[in-house]
């Protein structure tokens, strides 16, 4: 019953492919959030999105490339990864960030893995 | 930057008893306290949350209470069953451009035995 989908559950990708992270909601929220997490540690912010603008870059290097084209979709394009890179990347929504903190909700997550 | 403490890192408790777990916050300016609990290979679950202008908030059997001053705040589970059994995180943000900017707690791992 997740409400924030997201796809591919699972990736495996070399150090030198490009690849894309993708999330949805249909809740009609206007907030979306990219996390990474690593084993057994929280998730960390990457990135902000409100009304499909870029609100906070949370000095994310430049191999990962965040897109939202509408207010349901958000991708997270990866390109020339390292190995350190590896983890469970986890998007997330809310109803807005233009009105305070509003609960986030996650999706299942993508289990990156850098070869 | 915001920095929020955590403890305990892992707690064992026996089914039917309470568990408490406590979080500190450094940025006076935090004023949204969610709590999300993680199953093994699962998503964060957000279990219930807490403003600054509230001191304590209940829902069944979890609790969060709030102390502005010492800027500290607490997960308190009654009753526990086996499957409360999860990884919790507290969190915390702020407001103007910090809005929607979550900074976790280390996690507790919570193991309730039957």
């Known amino acids: 019953d997740t409400e924030v989908t997201q796809t591919p559950k699972h990736l495996v990708m070399g150090m030198t492919n490009k690849k894309s992270l993708k999330c949805e909601q249909h809740m009609g929220h206007r907030a979306m959030y990219w996390y990474k997490q690593k084993a057994k540690k929280p998730p960390e912010l990457m990135f902000v999105y409100s009304y499909e603008k870029l609100s906070i870059n949370e000095s994310v290097p430049s191999r990962f490339s965040p897109e939202c084209p509408n207010s349901s979709l958000l991708n997270l394009h990866l390109h020339a990864l390292q190995p350190e890179d590896s983890a469970l990347y986890l998007c997330?929504?809310?109803?807005?960030?233009?009105?305070?903190?509003?609960?986030?909700?996650f999706g299942d997550g993508t289990r990156l893995s850098i070869l | 930057g915001e920095n929020v403490e955590q403890h305990p890192s892992t707690l064992s408790v026996q089914e039917g008893d309470s568990a408490v777990i406590k979080c500190t916050y450094s940025d006076s300016a935090s004023n949204y306290f969610p709590w999300y609990k993680q199953e093994l290979g699962k998503r964060p679950q957000l279990i219930i949350d807490?403003?600054?202008?509230?001191g304590e908030k209940k829902d069944q059997r979890i609790a969060v209470t709030l102390n502005k001053t010492a800027k500290h705040f607490s997960l308190h589970i009654t009753e526990t069953q086996p499957e409360d059994s999860a990884v919790y995180f507290c969190?915390?943000?702020?407001?103007?451009?910090?809005?929607?900017?979550?900074?976790f707690g280390q996690g507790t791992i919570l193991t309730v035995h039957p």
């Open positions: 807490i403003r600054s202008n509230v």
């Open positions: 997330a929504s809310s109803q807005t960030v233009l009105r305070g903190n509003q609960p986030q909700h």
């Open positions: 969190a915390a943000a702020a407001g103007g451009t910090s809005y929607g900017k979550l900074t």
